[in-house]
């Protein structure tokens, strides 16, 4: 246990950084990979909802380039979150779902019930 929680004191200056978007992005794991846990079973998302303050910062990251590094699929959709004033692309078709769901298609997950 208490190897742990050292962990993060241990790693603080470990030289990676995320494949895209460098520091500012690196909360996108945890808003990406904590739900893979949940959502990918079929569980409720609202069972792991990604605080909004860390939530907030993520969309502004997500360009064409984001998109098409992580094989997302957007398929002419407009993504806009229902709990953020944030949205990203363009398309022929307004696609709104809660911000975190939007992340995870964004970086090419599935969200079930979701289709763009």
């Known amino acids: 246990m208490a190897q742990l929680a050292a962990a993060p004191k241990d790693n603080a ?50 360009t064409p380039r984001t998109v098409r590094f992580f094989g997302a699929r957007p398929g002419g959709a407009a993504p806009r979150a229902t709990d953020l004033d ?17 992340l995870l298609l964004a970086y090419g997950r599935d969200v079930p019930g979701v289709d763009i």
């Open 13 to 62: 200056h470990h030289p990676w950084k995320p494949p895209v978007g460098g520091l500012a992005t690196a909360p996108g794991h945890d808003v990406v990979h904590g739900p893979d846990i949940t959502v990918a079973p079929g569980l409720d998302p609202g069972d792991r909802r990604v605080p909004a303050e860390r939530r907030r910062p993520l969309p502004a990251g997500v």
């Open 86 to 102: 944030r949205s990203y692309g363009s398309g022929s078709r307004t696609v709104t779902r809660p911000g975190q769901e939007l």
